[in-house]
């Protein structure tokens, strides 16, 4: 079993640094990789000695899937095919926003409001074509090791609270430690966490003029802005933090902890986990399969893969994400 590695700070720790409670320059080793640094080789062989029955679960929803998305300045992509004689077909995607469905958020996708982006890197080496920050640091090397599924929507029905998606519920931490218990599980130190909700399956099943509703308010069940997330992710040493609603975190904003600090975006969390701690982020993911065979097995591990568009430069990409059991 993986034992946390000491070579790193705590979370409290982390307040010291420039600027407060970031990870920058923290890993020596690929540093433009950052989280994911903790699912290393020991996680990834561990991980893979635990698929015994060969079954295997795309943790995507299709491309087009959210047509129109939750994000009003992206389009869902429109699939043309072409052809140069009879013969033969190719085809190709106009108005692909890569996180439109199913994504992981690289560590362009932030920056650190008065600081800069992850680990200081300068403002003008963000640009297409430049490597810094960019997704292809999780595609020349992916993303894998043992995932583990947090049931959120199960416990809080098993509770006698089941979540009323159209409300956007915020959700706090203690409910990722009281499922875990639930499960009879725990996190272990290089786990991709990947936390089950029901938002995206209720959201494309609902009325459209639910889906209407709810994205024109931007409202959307997700975490509470406060401390405890990040904090929560970091000392448990979380590779990877997925989820299957909009934003990871809760929209309308709930609380103002971060309202100082990140006034661009009203104070969402969004610069803490990526643009601070390095969090490869996921949204969107299609954990419905995934999450029926863990109550029909009682069994919330999995070999998870997460494998990005090679795309240098690219601010995020669909996740391509795979568990395997």
């Known amino acids: 079993m993986t034992e946390l590695r000491r070579d790193v700070p705590t979370y409290a720790e982390l ?14 080793q690929h540093p433009e990789r950052g989280t994911a640094n903790f699912a290393g080789p020991a996680h990834v062989a561990a991980a893979a000695a635990t698929v015994t029955r060969g079954a ?3 943790l995507d929803f299709a491309l087009d899937a959210f047509d129109p998305p939750m994000a009003r300045a992206r389009s869902a992509p429109r699939h043309e095919l072409l052809a140069a004689h009879a013969e033969a077909r190719d085809d ?16 362009r996708h932030r920056r650190a409001s008065g600081y800069g982006f992850y680990n200081g890197v300068p403002d003008e080496d963000i640009r297409a074509g430049q490597p810094a920050l960019g997704v292809q640091r999780w595609a020349e090397h992916p993303i894998a090791g043992r995932g ?7 416990l809080l029905a098993a509770e006698g609270a089941p979540l009323d998606h159209r409300r956007g519920p915020a959700l706090d931490v203690d409910v990722l430690d009281r499922a875990l218990r639930a499960q009879h599980e725990r996190v272990r130190p290089g786990d991709l966490v990947l936390v089950h909700t029901g938002w995206a399956r209720w959201f494309l099943d609902a009325d459209p003029a639910v889906r209407s509703e709810v994205r024109d308010a931007r409202r ?14 970091w000392d448990n ?5 997925a989820t299957d609603t909009f934003a990871v975190e809760v929209l309308p904003v709930a609380t103002d902890t971060y309202l100082a600090s990140a006034p661009e975006d009203a104070g969402m969390m969004h610069q803490e986990l990526i643009a ?24 919330w591990d999995a ?9 240098v430069g690219g601010v995020g990409s669909p996740a391509n994400a795979t568990a395997l059991r």
């Open 237 to 241: 040493q979380v590779a990877v933090f």
């Open 148 to 154: 583990l599924l947090i049931d959120v929507e199960g």
């Open 220 to 233: 959307a069940t997700g975490f509470r802005q406060t401390r405890e997330l990040p904090e929560w992710l």
């Open 56 to 58: 295997v679960f795309s």
């Open 92 to 107: 190709v995607l106009h108005g692909f926003y890569l996180q439109a469905t199913s994504q992981v958020d690289g560590l």
């Open 276 to 299: 601070k701690l390095g969090v490869p982020l996921g949204e969107l993911w299609n954990l419905t399969a995934l999450v029926a065979d863990s109550r029909a097995h009682d069994r």
């Open 15 to 28: 307040g010291a640094h420039v600027p407060p409670g970031s990870s920058w320059h923290v890993f020596d």
């Open 303 to 311: 070999l998870v893969t997460v494998k990005p568009l090679h795309l």
